[in-house]
């Protein structure tokens, strides 16, 4: 490696040929993927290092950030508990301590209501069944995959992270003892379900691609040697889940590919019986299964599926002969329903329509179905966690662009809505008290290239001028369907409190809009999602909301990749980017299917080794392969060396290509070394390195005071 100057570094070139349909390309930084050479970790480090005194005069902005995230959250705090059988079920956290506590406390005779503290301490006759504080004690990385608790509440299942790269050691804690079990099943993946009686467990593990392919049985107090595989997906664009039904009447084997499913069951009280076919695999048919046990036993199977339904319907048939799908809701076009949850005497169908979530309430047995209303213009709504069956109250999460994060339950009869919890905003350095009304939320939209109109979501302190004064940060995905619903940020009010406009594009690729819009943003139309970012960006400087010179944009992960075309596509729209974890050499990985996730992907992008059109395609919008001679914005990325997504060395060659192409331009990356796809994993952690991120975007508007 060698340096341009004390503190720039610039990456060795070692050329290396790629050649596909006629076309080939010389990658000087394709070396870079070698994650154990020391040349990639000294050049990984250099780069942090430069990072480092780059962003040093921000360190005080940094604490100071840090600081009103802090002041402005109640870090003593304790969730909502949810009933269980014979238990509540919540989680704690305690100043000063980076995860959460895991608890659960009996049911008293005749209690009705969640139990609560005074000052969220732990409740009288409380149990611990994980403490994330002491898992992770010696580790830089700590996250749990699975956490699943028996029917019986006897058992605990759980598996750990301590790299970032997802993959987990699955172990079984006795409650009743407090004993932690031998079973131990090291590379596992998320997802776990119980027998009915609980003595057997189902989970998952990977293949070389890290895709989740097999379905394993495991009988509580054996080896892990004496597992049995339950079910195998050899076609690799599969991946596989499990999941034990709400009714506990059903293990569920999800099979699924980006545009095709499958679900086999296996009777929860039988676990060595073979998995069953609900409805064999159609290509591009995608349905999802959700067993309701009333009004008999086996009761039905309720069927999202989009077969002759763009945006899907809803179906039942037999559960114990599955076969025609009788309708229960009939298509409507623009009304995308996205699940459904069965409870004994009513089914709540998750659905958005007009780039708004919503949840409408079937009551068994009658058709004065009802959908639940909020008052806010924008708003994001779900079901929470709801694990028992027979209820007639169901648990609401809401949230809004001015709204804190807020726990409802929702009384099915009655239709009544009882706020639980409202997240806590506590006061911020100017010692008031935080109140939503000094904020606005705005719902705009801009014009797409094609003419189609694309919704904008902002949310700004309340009276800022539309005189393209005020700075703008624009936050993009547009990839899987993923909806960019509203949510609220303790974090972004240090933002909106010093002027700056937040700003969301619910560009094509997302399922903002429903199926179509997804549809409209990937394979060969996946340029759209990028034309419509750079529109949503022009209509805001056009408009008066910000002005380019003013305006910085963030994305992570595809939403990454987003911020690699635009720069490349309107580099004269942005005054900074900010890529986290960015998808940027998307052609090189979608080439190799030894790769983590690639040949899973080909529905999502196409498959360029077969298709010399997809390649082409590919080629012409891959950021890192476009990289020009033109004056780029400030670019920040953001990466983590254990990343198995996106890999850490698609930010890292952007970089160093960037550097070499456009020199003129400020770069800096940023590795963290021991992390994953999410970044850093206590609460603290994750508060500081938004606080960084946040200075280096407030750095852009020049406001670091």
């Given amino acids: 490696m060698t340096t341009q100057t004390p503190t720039v570094p610039a990456a060795k070139r070692i050329p290396t040929e ?6 080939t390309v010389v990658d000087d930084y ?25 962003t040093a005069h921000l360190a005080g902005l940094r604490e100071k950030l840090f600081t009103e995230t802090r002041q402005r959250t109640l870090e003593t705090d304790l969730t909502v508990p949810t009933r269980k059988g014979r238990h509540w079920y919540y989680t704690r956290t305690v100043e000063g301590q980076q995860y959460g506590i895991h608890c659960r406390r009996p049911v008293a005779e005749g209690e009705t209501e969640p139990p609560a503290t005074a000052d969220a301490g732990p409740p009288a006759d409380e149990e611990i069944l994980l403490d ?3 898992l992770a004690e010696g580790h830089e990385f700590f ?9 019986d509440g006897r058992w605990l299942a759980y598996s750990t992270d301590f790299a970032g790269d997802e993959r987990f050691t699955l172990r079984i804690k006795d409650l009743a003892s407090g004993e932690r079990l031998a079973d131990e099943v090291p590379d596992t993946f998320y997802g776990t379900a119980w027998s009915a009686d609980g003595t057997t467990l189902f989970y998952l593990t990977v293949d070389e691609a890290w895709r989740p392919h097999r379905v394993w049985r495991h009988r509580v107090g054996s080896p892990a040697a004496e597992d049995v595989v339950v079910f195998q997906e050899d076609d690799e664009r599969f991946w596989v889940g499990v999941s034990l039904s709400r009714s506990e009447k059903f293990i ?10 499958e679900v086999r069951v296996i009777p929860a009280s039988d676990p060595t019986g073979e998995p069953a076919i609900v409805a064999p695999r159609r290509q591009g048919i995608e349905y999802s299964v959700e067993h309701h046990a009333d009004p008999t036993d086996p009761g039905r199977f309720l069927i999202l599926h989009n077969d002759g339904a763009e945006d899907f319907a809803l179906a039942w048939t037999p559960a114990d002969a599955p076969g025609d799908w009788i309708p229960l809701i009939e298509h409507t076009p623009g009304t995308r329903l996205e699940s459904v949850d069965a409870f004994a005497n009513h089914l709540v169908v998750s659905l958005r329509t007009a780039g708004l979530t919503g949840l409408r309430v079937l009551p068994v047995g009658s058709t004065d179905s009802y959908d639940i209303d909020f008052p806010e213009p924008i708003y994001s709504v779900g079901l929470d966690s709801n694990p028992e069956y027979r209820t007639d109250t169901v648990r609401l999460h809401y949230a809004s662009l001015v709204t804190p994060d807020s726990v409802y339950d929702f009384d099915l009869v009655t239709r009544d809505l009882l706020l639980r919890k409202r997240r806590p905003v506590l006061a911020g350095p100017d010692g008031r008290a935080f109140d939503p009304t000094d904020y606005e939320q705005h719902r705009d939209w801009a014009l797409a290239e094609d003419g189609s109109r694309i919704p904008i979501s902002l949310v700004c302190k309340a009276g800022t001028p539309r005189d393209g004064s005020a ?8 990839s899987y369907e993923t909806s960019l619903d509203p949510w609220f940020s303790v974090p972004r009010l240090s933002m909106l409190d010093r002027g700056v406009v937040f700003a969301v594009a619910h560009v094509r690729g997302g399922g903002e809009l429903g199926r179509r819009w997804y549809d409209e943003g990937k394979l060969l139309a996946k340029k759209n999602t990028f034309t419509d970012f750079v529109a949503v960006a022009r209509h805001l400087s056009t408009s008066g909301w910000t002005a380019t010179d003013r305006l910085v944009a963030r994305g992570g992960s595809a939403g990454g990749l987003l911020m690699g075309a635009v720069a490349n596509l309107a580099p004269d729209a942005f005054a900074g980017i900010v890529a986290e974890v960015p998808f940027v050499d998307p052609l090189t990985s979608v080439l190799d299917p030894s790769l983590p996730l690639t040949v899973t992907e080909w529905e999502e992008w196409g498959n360029p080794l077969a298709d010399p059109e997809v390649y082409a395609y590919m080629r012409s919008y891959s950021p890192y392969e476009n990289v020009r001679a033109v004056r780029y914005p400030a670019i920040l990325a953001v990466t983590s060396l254990n990343d198995t997504r996106v890999l850490y060395h698609e930010p890292a060659k952007w970089i160093a290509r960037l550097r070499a192409v456009a020199p003129e331009g400020q770069y800096l990356l940023k590795t963290e070394m021991e992390a994953g796809h999410g970044g850093p994993s206590g609460r603290y952690d994750t508060w500081r390195e938004e606080a960084f991120v946040i200075a280096w975007i407030l750095d852009r508007f020049h406001l670091t005071n």
Wanted: a negative charge.
């Fill in 30 to 54: 394709a070396w870079l993927a070698a994650k154990d050479d020391p040349d990639t970790l000294a050049y990984l480090n250099a780069e942090n290092a430069h990072t480092e005194a780059h």
């Fill in 471 to 478: 700075p703008c940060v624009l936050y993009g995905y547009g």
């Fill in 252 to 261: 569920v084997v999800d099979i699924h590919s980006k545009v095709t499913s």
């Fill in 132 to 134: 994330g504080n002491a």
């Fill in 18 to 23: 790629r050649s596909h349909h006629g076309d």
């Fill in 143 to 151: 996250a749990i995959g699975a956490f699943d608790v028996s029917p």
